[in-house]
């Protein structure tokens, strides 16, 4: 396994994986490689990136996109979006890979890891299970228009 800071160049390895991710079960979304490579690109582009690939045997198969954020509290690193390719699910890839962030962060005098996930999906236990916890202060708004 290797993991590598995110840069342009890495792409379309991101897209790649993504596409599997989210268009595959539980997610079931319907990402076009259009619309995928220009919200990952966004996100790269943004200040205070920073991000993490994983490769296995010179194959893409995972990635977390963040930026650091400052908080009058804490520094903080929100994850924007985590995901590992569906056949590398569930082998310990996504621990290895948060792993990274909690390094960066601590390295970076970072004191507060943020994220948001469907609390209906697998994906809540994983973050669970990492000793991530729910802030019943807060709440998920948002507005149809």
């Known amino acids: 396994m290797e993991k590598q800071r995110i840069a342009k160049h890495h792409l379309t390895d991101c897209v790649d994986i993504f596409l ?3 268009n595959s079960a539980p997610w079931n979304c319907h990402w076009t490689m259009e619309k995928a490579s220009q919200y990952l ?6 200040n205070g990136f920073i991000g993490f ?7 893409a198969i995972g990635a977390v996109l963040a930026h650091s954020k400052t908080w009058w509290t804490h520094n903080q690193l929100m994850v924007d979006e985590f995901f590992i390719a569906p056949e590398f ?8 890979l948060m792993r990274f962030c909690d390094e960066y962060a601590q390295e970076n005098e970072i004191e ?4 948001m996930t469907n609390k209906y999906l697998p994906a ?8 991530y916890i729910t802030a019943d202060q807060y709440t998920f708004m948002f507005k149809q228009l």
């Open 41 to 46: 690109s966004e996100l790269i582009d943004s």
């Open 89 to 96: 699910q569930a082998k310990g890839y996504g621990k290895k």
């Open 112 to 115: 507060l890891m943020v994220l």
């Open 53 to 59: 690939i994983l490769y296995e045997n010179e194959k």
């Open 124 to 131: 809540y236990r994983f973050y669970e299970n990492l000793g």
């Open 20 to 22: 599997k991710a989210y």
